[in-house]
């Protein structure tokens, strides 16, 4: 791949909206992945035709572009693998509109998940997908992984909240997708292609944005359960009851442990824990679907129930599951978190055997995972917790990420609910999309002929998460591990 010439790049965003220094680069080659790499250049665009301006140079040259958010990712989404150009759009970061009667908003790729809901609040609205990561997840980087939060059991994910969009194709020209309307039969639904497409197809410049109304009332339960078992059957019956949670939440007993450790908050020594809330504009239909939850819960041997409507209350209650990814990385002081196979989506079913086959597969490694995650959505999130110095551990890792990503196409699940693929988890991605693959290089040639738009990723990326780049971290030897 070709290095860019400097000066032109000048010439397009201006130069203080370029960086090329050594400490730069640095910081641009990795996200929230084990993977670094390192660009030619990192560019910081103000407009859409500065984008058009970017993209035709790159596309004429034969230059590699990255599309990047706050860089949250965790599978290596935005890592550049072959050099190029780091195209940061943190500096398109305008709410554009905000229309009420209409119940839609306009908004660039760089606004921040909380920023936006903090505009929408005052009108009574919030946008809904809103991950763990909203006081830094840039909206653009949201739909390009389709991401979703705790609430996606009731309100889904990016994909479900997006109406149309903007974007700038890899030649340079701008088009649009999508409506500003709930309803559109007009053709291919293209802006549906972008939506988990990391940056692959084009370079989203606007969004229009769905929003709902912020509820009044809401209430949030918890229940301790023996057995993951006992957790597992609560889930499918919760969901197949016909009750409407706004959030199910599974966490496990790793998980607990780690934020006991770290927050001193005195769970149960568990099993498992649910966290369950209903929310709505009419206080009897919340209290509807929570003691539904509620009972659901102890007919499966659910202990230390309580639920609250207190906000503080509420606070209390979730405070484990806000700060457990965090707490993860206190778990032991030499053990590392690591965002591997980060996350899976398996029927509501399978929730607690898939959790369970986690715990053994771990054990049979020698390595440590969690298993928890939006449980009403079918999403299990897991972070291996290893010693990251040695080779060993992330042998052990390779063989244990196969086996779970074995277990969990066999439960006809899917390879990532809401983190999506980029490098780390493309070997199973392959493995279960094999007979699309093709089909998808075909989409992406179609929109991106030279193949300049983040390269190296989904269906591109090594068979091998190992080999996919270069990891950060190193082994006692003093070599990559």
């Known amino acids: 791949m070709n290095p860019p010439d400097i000066l032109e790049l000048k010439k397009i965003v201006g130069e203080e909206n370029l960086r090329d220094s050594k400490a730069d680069l640095y910081v641009y080659g990795a996200d929230a992945s084990v993977y670094e790499g390192k660009a030619f250049v990192v560019v910081k665009p103000r407009t859409i035709p500065a984008v058009q301006e970017l993209m035709a140079y790159a596309d004429k040259n034969s230059i590699p572009v990255i599309p990047r958010g706050s860089g949250s990712g965790m599978c290596g989404q935005t890592v550049p693998v072959k050099g190029g150009i780091v195209l940061d759009m943190k500096g398109l970061n305008r709410i554009l509109e905000v229309n009420v009667n209409d119940a839609y908003c306009r908004v660039e790729p760089g606004v921040v998940d909380d920023d936006l809901n903090r505009a929408l609040s005052p009108h009574g609205f919030f946008y809904p997908p809103t991950p763990a990561s909203s006081r830094i997840a840039t909206i653009g980087g949201e739909i390009g992984n389709n991401a979703s939060g705790t609430r996606s059991v009731k309100y889904g994910a990016a994909r479900d909240s997006v109406l149309g969009m903007k974007v700038v194709l890899a030649n340079g020209d701008c088009v649009n997708l999508g409506s500003r309307t709930r309803v559109a039969s007009s053709g291919y639904p293209l802006e549906r292609l972008m939506i988990g497409s990391e940056g692959t197809l084009a370079v989203i410049v606007e969004a229009t944005l769905k929003f709902v109304p912020l509820p009044k009332f ?158 009403g959505a079918g999403c299990m999130h897991t972070k291996i917790l290893m010693d990251t110095t040695k080779g060993a551990q992330w042998e052990a890792a390779r063989e244990a990420i196969a086996e779970i990503y074995e277990h969990v196409r066999s439960v006809d699940g899917t390879t990532s609910a809401e983190h999506g693929i980029g490098m780390s988890k493309a070997p199973a991605f392959k493995q279960e999309k094999h007979d699309l693959l093709d089909l998808m290089r075909s989409v992406k040639k179609a929109f991106d002929p030279k193949g300049i738009l983040n390269p190296g990723k989904l269906m591109d990326a090594p068979d091998d998460w190992m080999s996919a780049a270069r990891l950060r971290y190193v082994t006692q030897e003093g070599k990559d591990a």
């Open 218 to 375: 809401r209430c949030m339960g918890i229940a301790n359960f023996n057995k993951l078992e006992q957790a597992g059957d609560a889930i499918s019956e919760i969901i197949a009851s016909g009750c409407s949670p706004s959030m199910l939440e599974l966490i496990d007993k790793v998980a607990i442990t780690a934020v006991n450790q770290s927050m001193n908050l005195g769970l149960p020594d568990v099993e498992a824990i649910l966290l369950f809330e209903a929310d709505g504009m009419v206080m009897e239909a919340v209290d509807f679907e929570i003691e539904k939850a509620r009972e659901i819960c102890a007919a499966h041997q659910g202990s230390g129930i309580e639920v609250s409507y207190d906000a503080k209350e509420r606070e209390r209650i979730f405070a484990g599951r806000k700060k457990l990814f965090p707490a993860l990385s206190r778990y032991r002081e030499y053990l590392a978190s690591t965002s591997l196979a980060d996350d899976m989506a398996v029927p509501f079913s399978r929730m607690a055997d898939t959790a369970r086959k986690i715990h053994e597969t771990a054990d049979k490694h020698g390595i440590i995972m969690t298993a928890y995650g939006h449980c």
